[in-house]
């Protein structure tokens, strides 16, 4: 939940700044839209080892991968965006990290892709399980 509880931080602390908003809104969309990546690729995966005739599995994890690249590579630029704004515009009342709550040398290191895909999972997983349930 400490993803969670960064963004919502950041929301307080932004209190209404329309920019500083919407950066935060492309993170969590961001966030999204990766896990969303790696679901269908899993998806897919699973599905072409079932099919008799499957195609070269090889070739559709290589091009599911470029496309999981691409999601990776929007998302951290996105919280690198978000945090050069919230950093400018907010200064020393942001966290280190800005939106992302864990290390933010994570975010310049190549190997450190594991945890901000565990990251963007957390951020995603945290609001689905904090939804409110909807009445019978």
Not at 67 to 96: C, E, H, M, T, W
């Amino acid at each position: 939940m400490q993803a969670k509880k960064r963004i919502e931080k950041l929301l307080a602390i932004v209190n209404g700044d329309s920019a500083a908003l919407n950066f935060i809104q492309i993170v969590m969309a961001k966030a999204c839209a990766y896990v969303d990546q790696v679901f269908s690729i899993e998806k897919a995966i699973l599905v072409e080892q079932l099919k008799p005739e499957g195609r070269d599995l090889e070739q559709l994890i290589e091009n599911m991968e470029s496309l999981r690249r691409i999601a990776y590579n929007d998302l951290v630029d996105s919280i690198k965006r978000a945090n050069l704004y919230l950093f400018q515009s907010f200064g020393g009342v942001v966290p280190k990290g800005g939106g992302y709550s864990e290390d933010p040398s994570h975010l310049t290191d190549d190997t450190c892709r594991v945890e901000i895909e565990n990251w963007a999972g957390e951020l995603v997983i945290s609001y689905f399980a904090g939804r409110e349930k909807a009445e019978e």
